[in-house]
């Protein structure tokens, strides 16, 4: 009966260090503005496959983490631009972003300017 315990307590462990290794965090570079695009971006990757995601408006880098066994850096990109926003591996398409409120319509050039 010890025996088993011990088995199973083994099994658990190695189930749970095999999921772990499995997470991965990156920062992507995400184009957009305002509180909507966070919203929009931080919802839109709620998917299978993704832990957590944070965009932060000032530094326009999102924080993600994601079971690579089911995703990839290049996919998460992909996504976002579906959103409509920018990436450094994925544009937007015109249509999608064309579609965004003003005020998220960011500089696609990838410019940054400085309020006056």
Not at 3 to 11: H, P, V
Not at 87 to 94: I, L, S, V
Request: proline share 2%; glycine share 6%; with cysteine.
């Amino acid at each position: 009966m010890k025996s088993l315990k011990m088995m199973a307590l083994l099994a658990f462990t190695m189930i749970g260090t095999a999921a772990f290794a499995q997470t991965k965090t990156e920062k992507i570079k995400v184009l957009g503005n305002c509180g909507m695009c966070k919203k929009r971006i931080e919802t839109g990757l709620k998917t299978a496959g993704v832990s957590s995601a944070t965009w932060d408006k000032d530094s326009k880098f999102l924080t993600v983490s994601y079971d690579s066994s089911k995703l990839n850096n290049e996919a998460i990109q992909q996504k976002i631009a579906d959103l409509g926003h920018d990436t450094p591996k994925a544009k937007a398409k015109n249509e999608v972003y064309d579609k965004l409120p003003s005020c998220c319509k960011y500089d696609r050039t990838g410019k940054t300017t400085k309020a006056h």
